[in-house]
């Protein structure tokens, strides 16, 4: 059973409009979460980073937010580029030795 | 720093014979990832090490995988005997200490067994 979900295995935006991707989990014990980022041919590549003890964290155009009563986070980009397209994984841990357990991603298309 | 290498890029094998993958991790972290990506599963973590020893292998498969890491610049991840079901991308990262540190990924090693 899948700990870390993305329900939507694309999306597809305009440039200049708001990308979101959404991401859920199951285990309340995670408490560390990440986002990266993924080009065809490449490694992914980490994106930003939130902790539990926040609800928010904002890295230029892209910020986390994180609902921990409803067990979800998601990764807003403003304004989305045609760059941006690439698949997104969502990421969680449990403490710092805890394994990084990755959702199936979502692959975002910003169109021109 | 080159950033995390991992040879070969490309892997084309027969069912049945030994696979080799190569990791060269950044220099200076002390952690290193094996995952493996497949349309099914996802991105999957096989095994990690901190300080060249193994951590983590609960995520390893079966038998027929297994991970060495002889010093802290190099690691190999094997597949003997492998099978089509193995097919993927493999992965190796490295960060600088523990799992949640920012994890710098290699380019992959796709795997395809006939």
């Known amino acids: 059973d899948q700990q870390v979900k993305q329900n939507s295995p694309s999306l597809s935006v305009q440039e200049g409009r708001i990308s979101i991707l959404n991401c859920d989990y199951t285990n309340s014990m995670f408490d560390y979460f990440l986002w990266y980022k993924k080009y065809p041919a490449e490694g992914p590549t980490f994106l930003i980073s939130i902790s539990s003890i926040k609800d928010k964290n904002e890295d230029g155009r892209f910020t986390v937010f994180l609902n921990k009563s409803a067990k979800h986070l998601s990764l807003h980009i403003v304004p989305s580029q045609p760059g941006d397209s690439a698949v997104y994984f969502c990421a969680a841990a449990t403490g710092s030795q805890g394994n990084l357990i990755f959702g199936k991603g979502t692959k975002l298309s910003v169109k021109p | 720093d080159a950033g995390v290498i991992q040879s070969p890029r490309h892997e084309v094998t027969e069912m049945g014979q030994e696979v080799t993958l190569r990791c060269k991790p950044i220099s200076g972290h002390n952690s290193l990832f094996w995952y493996r990506q497949t349309m099914m599963r996802g991105l999957e973590l096989l095994i990690y090490f901190n300080n060249n020893v193994p951590i983590d292998d609960s995520g390893m498969p079966e038998d027929r995988f297994s991970a060495k890491m002889p010093n802290a610049s190099f690691s190999t991840l094997k597949i003997q005997p492998s099978e089509p079901r193995d097919s993927a991308v493999y992965f190796c990262?490295?960060?600088?200490?523990?799992?949640?540190?920012?994890?710098?990924f290699g380019p992959g090693t796709r795997l395809t067994v006939l």
């Open positions: 990262a490295s960060s600088f200490r523990a799992v949640t540190d920012t994890q710098y």
